[in-house]
């Protein structure tokens, strides 16, 4: 089996680069390419072609323009990555029969009311990202290809940026945070996604009826603030020195931010657990593993 990787050097597309590893050839490109293919989805036409070019059975997109509230200001640079590339992407797919795997965002979702929304909900983003994200899968469900697209949240991982390393990294600097405690939703690891993307790929492949959209975020729930505080006490555990003395809860309000950001991002993840028979684990287990590693412990 052939796949090809975009964006093989972002929190998801590192750990994809391990978990593909084990399915086939994988030729794994970020935005400066490689040889004459093109990995860049500013370049949307050269994607195409490098599609056919190396006509691969599996794309798999961890590509994605991820500065959320940049994206505020930078709304065309946003829409060409997150929407314009991924409908060539999926023309592409379509046009040699391969199967595209892609993700895509809670922040699809305008997060109101307290229950996880469900595949089917409606999809009404607050801010440019998630109107992006949103067009973008749009697009590959008119492209008439095979796909599959995993909706998650909270990544993080040991390699790239993310809440988990900040919070770490400001808890050996700073004797007091303010996090906020009114955004509900799941952490996931990087790690968690890129295994559960390998295993789905391979039942996709012999069971075409399995393509369509799917929840993938770890089991249970939690706020930034329970979260951080969860981070604090597994790196206390592990005898960090923190300079950390003192952590307040505070509304979205008093952090106002250049994007608007969902209150309620609990996804439903019962689909996928159901379709590929994987058990999605509570978050904090990845949260425990990362912190080990992220301290070097
Ligand atoms: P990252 O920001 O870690 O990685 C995104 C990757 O996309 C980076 O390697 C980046 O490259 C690359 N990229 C950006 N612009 C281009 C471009 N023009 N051409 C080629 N590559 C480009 O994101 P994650 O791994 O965390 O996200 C993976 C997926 O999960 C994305 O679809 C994202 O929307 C989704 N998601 C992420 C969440 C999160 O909390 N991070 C939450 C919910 C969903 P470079 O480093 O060179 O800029």
């Given at each position: 089996m052939k796949i090809l990787l975009l964006g093989k050097n972002g929190q998801v597309g590192w750990e994809l680069q391990r978990s593909l590893a084990p399915l086939g050839e994988v030729i794994s490109l970020d935005r400066n390419g490689l040889d004459q293919w093109c990995g860049d989805l500013s370049q949307p036409d050269q994607v195409y072609q490098t599609i056919l070019d190396i006509s691969p059975d599996v794309v798999v997109n961890a590509s994605a323009y991820t500065a959320v509230d940049l994206a505020e200001t930078e709304k065309n640079a946003a829409d060409m990555v997150n929407h314009r590339a991924v409908q060539k992407i999926a023309e592409a797919c379509a046009q040699i029969k391969a199967l595209l795997l892609h993700y895509s965002t809670d922040?699809?979702?305008?997060?109101?009311?307290t229950s996880a929304f469900t595949e089917s909900d409606l999809l009404k983003p607050l801010n440019v990202y998630g109107q992006t994200k949103a067009l973008g899968e749009q697009a590959i469900q008119n492209a008439q290809c095979n796909y599959l697209i995993f909706r998650t949240s909270w990544v993080f991982a040991q390699k790239g940026k993310n809440f988990l390393k900040t919070m770490l990294a400001l808890a050996q600097q700073r004797e007091e945070l303010s996090i906020i405690d009114d955004q509900i939703g799941a952490p996931t690891s990087a790690e968690l996604i890129a295994d559960v993307s390998a295993h789905a790929i391979i039942h996709t492949l012999r069971?075409?009826?399995?393509?369509g959209i799917y929840h993938l975020v770890a089991s249970g729930e939690t706020s930034w603030f329970e979260y951080a505080n969860y981070i604090f006490q597994q790196a206390q555990n592990l005898g960090a020195d923190l300079a950390l003395k003192k952590v307040n809860a505070i509304p979205t309000k008093a952090y106002p931010t250049p994007a608007k950001r969902p209150h309620n991002s609990r996804l439903n993840n019962q689909k996928i657990q159901h379709t590929f028979q994987v058990c999605l684990p509570d978050w904090k287990l990845h949260v425990q593993r990362t912190v080990i590693e992220v301290l070097g412990k």
């Open positions: 922040y699809v979702f305008d997060g109101d009311g069971d075409p009826s399995k393509t």
